[in-house]
């Protein structure tokens, strides 16, 4: 299995990136798809998460209404568009993917996730 990231950079304070990440190497249409970050010197946090249907998401408080998280099961891709971006938003950003979930609540524990991406770096610069 692997998870390619693409996406990141530098921007500007209010502007916008989105971030892709493709799954190769099984089917991931049943698996919750997400993305962490680990800001620098501090700890990892769970961002937004979508279910396989893509039309459960879960959002970091810090990121609702700014970043919408979608997927394409066909492509085993999930996306991150970021949007009125922060300073504070300046992290390296992983995508996750789990084992096949039929559950209603999507979990953000980093142990749920099976399979982490190697992270692409954004920089918002104020």
């Known amino acids: 299995v692997q998870l390619q990231a693409s996406g990141g950079g530098l921007v500007h304070s209010g502007g916008s990136l989105r971030l892709s990440c493709a799954a190769s190497?099984?089917?991931?249409?049943?698996?919750?798809m997400g993305w962490f970050r680990q800001p620098p010197g501090k700890e990892l946090e769970s961002v937004a998460a979508i279910k396989s249907s893509g039309s459960t998401m879960r959002y970091a408080d810090s990121v609702e209404g700014r970043f919408t998280i979608s997927r394409d099961n066909d492509m085993d891709t999930v996306y991150l568009q970021m949007d009125s971006l922060k300073p504070e938003d300046t992290a390296v950003y992983y995508c996750?993917?789990?084992?096949?979930?039929?559950?209603?609540?999507?979990?953000?524990?980093?142990?749920?996730?099976?399979?982490w991406g190697h992270g692409t770096l954004v920089t918002v610069s104020s």
């Open positions: 190497g099984r089917t991931f249409n049943k698996s919750v």
């Open positions: 996750v993917v789990s084992k096949p979930f039929f559950g209603s609540i999507i979990v953000v524990a980093p142990p749920f996730y099976d399979y």
